[in-house]
RNA sequence: UCCCCUGUAGCUCAGUCGGUAGAGCAGGUGGCUGUUAACCACCCUGUCGGCGGUUCAAAUCCGUCCGGGGGAGCCA
């Protein structure tokens, strides 16, 4: 395989021929000498290739080179004359494998509105946007991987189809091999699940967290990683229908330990990203959102702000006056608080920990107080929440009684709650939003931009 | 699901008081001694989202449907 064009940039111009393949962005001619701009994707920069006119021996090629069209260009590193790079390569010889017709190619060489490309998202990984997305998702995947490898966690995972009736974490899509004009149905009208597939109802899961509990308590330290579907019928910038979830999940472990691994997690994917796509970020703080990079450096700097739940109302029941729905304790945070709390009160990051229970799970571990549960949301400015996470309910009776006081049946959970049963341990766990988590440190405004091809309501294309 | 905004050339948009549409960019042609959002000149481009209504006359006003955006709820 021949060097990416990231490597040739890094290169010493010398002799020696060396062959450089992409998607040409812009072509430039005037009368001896026309220059191409090559990208591969490896980076945001571009290599130049410059064509001398009066030497090179197949000009005719060059007609038919446009932007969008894919080259192979062979020649020598030389250094570059121009402002704008340190190298280019004087091409010798031009392969032209597919062209790109100007008059039908959906992308011109100029900046494009991301509704727009959202409409070709098939080619939109080829806008310098788009590809400072992708690398930058790419590299928080695998520092999220090599975060829970360097402390000894587990990659377990946990199943895409799900039969838990009642998670109760949202609207769910059904997974069936009905043939849906002829449903099975029995004497009563009932729809006769025993016919299906499983032999029961099944969905796409909400969260792998349940699941995710049973091997932390085997594991002690595990982690999941995997796509989820929510069929909510939400139309936001910070909403999919599938999107991807990190779960982690830690026995022996309280809140306290839950919030710390939370920091130290999030503070070492951004380093990371900040370490290892410094060229996108720039690109992301001066195009797309600007000083997100130095915003995240401050974040990883300072410790995140702690407050209980109870703390955060009396802090915003002084400025009720500027909110649209003005809090008491009981009420749930709204996203003009939760954005309140992190842009004016903390500028920063918050951790907000014992909500009430009746906001929240029924697997969040009761505080004695039997008002509020264990639970803490991270939340930061611009976005809200990132993080959802608690201490889970490790007493049997306290938690089958939290179920049944919900509606929930606790027969429904027999397998889950037989880890109360046996061996039961404190235990806690979080879910991280990836694509939200790309939202915030690439400071682009719409998840659906963020992805490589969107899923919401009405919106399944590609 | 609710509220608000929006839909005009390939893209981004302007279009006044109702009188059958315009700019920049892209594209084409030509020019230009090395450009880099290249530059200069000229040229081409329209079912004004769909359907219906009001009117002598609708991009413009009304109704409705569809698409897009923003906000809310729900959450990650």
């Not at 796509?227 to 599938?242: D, I, V, W």
């Not at 008491?328 to 009160?345: A, I, N």
Request: charged share 25%; aromatic share 10%; glycine share 8%.
């Amino acid at each position: 395989m021949n060097d990416r064009i990231s490597q040739l940039l890094k290169r010493a111009p010398g002799p020696g021929p060396v062959v450089a393949e992409g998607w040409v962005r812009t072509k430039r001619e005037s009368k001896t000498v026309c220059f191409l701009e090559l990208n591969d994707g490896s980076c945001l920069k571009g290599l130049q290739v410059v064509v001398d006119l009066d030497t090179f021996a197949d000009a005719t090629i060059l007609a038919r080179i446009t932007t969008g069209a894919a080259v192979a260009c062979t020649g020598e590193l030389t250094a570059s004359p121009g402002g704008n790079q340190d190298v280019e390569l004087k091409a010798s010889s031009i392969t032209l494998h597919g062209e790109a017709p100007a008059d039908t190619y959906p992308l011109q060489k100029k900046r494009h509105s991301l509704e727009y490309l959202r409409e070709i998202a098939h080619l939109r990984a080829r806008t310098n946007t788009m590809g400072a997305v992708a690398r930058v998702r790419h590299a928080v995947s695998y520092a999220v991987h090599s975060y829970f490898n360097e402390k000894g966690f587990y990659y377990v995972h946990t199943p895409i189809i799900s039969t838990s009736d009642a998670e109760g974490a949202g609207e769910m899509f059904q997974v069936t091999t009905f043939d849906l004009d002829n449903i099975p149905r029995t004497e009563e009208g009932v729809i006769d699940y025993d016919q299906d597939f499983f032999g029961r109802k099944a969905s796409l899961t909400v969260s792998g967290q349940l699941e995710g509990e049973t091997y932390a308590l085997a594991l002690k330290n595990i982690y999941t990683f995997g796509p989820t579907f929510r069929a909510e019928n939400s139309n936001t910038k910070r909403h999919l229908s599938e999107f991807w979830m990190i779960e982690p999940e830690m026995s022996f472990c309280t809140l306290e330990g839950d919030m710390a691994i939370a920091e130290e997690f999030l503070k070492y994917v951004f380093s990371y990203v900040l370490e290892h796509c410094a060229e996108d970020m720039a690109f992301f703080s001066q195009w797309v959102e600007k000083g997100v990079a130095e915003t995240l450096r401050s974040v990883v700097e300072k410790p995140f702000v702690h407050m209980t739940y109870t703390d955060a109302i009396v802090e915003l029941e002084k400025n009720n006056d500027k909110f649209d729905f003005p809090v008491k304790w009981g009420s749930d945070l709204q996203t003009e608080h939760e954005r309140y709390l992190t842009e004016q009160v903390c500028k920063g990051p918050v951790i907000v920990t014992d909500y009430p229970k009746e906001i929240k799970a029924f697997y969040m571990k009761l505080n004695e107080d039997g008002k509020t549960v264990r639970a803490m949301d991270v939340l930061v400015p611009r976005l809200g929440e990132i993080i959802g996470g608690s201490e889970r309910e490790s007493r049997l009776e306290v938690l089958t009684e939290r179920m049944t006081s919900l509606g929930l049946d606790p027969a429904d959970y027999w397998w889950y709650l037989d880890l109360r049963r046996y061996g039961s341990v404190p235990h806690a766990g979080f879910g991280l939003g990836f694509d939200r988590a790309i939202q915030y440190i690439t400071g682009m405004q719409n998840i659906r931009d963020v992805i490589p091809y969107p899923r919401a309501a009405k919106q399944a294309d590609f």
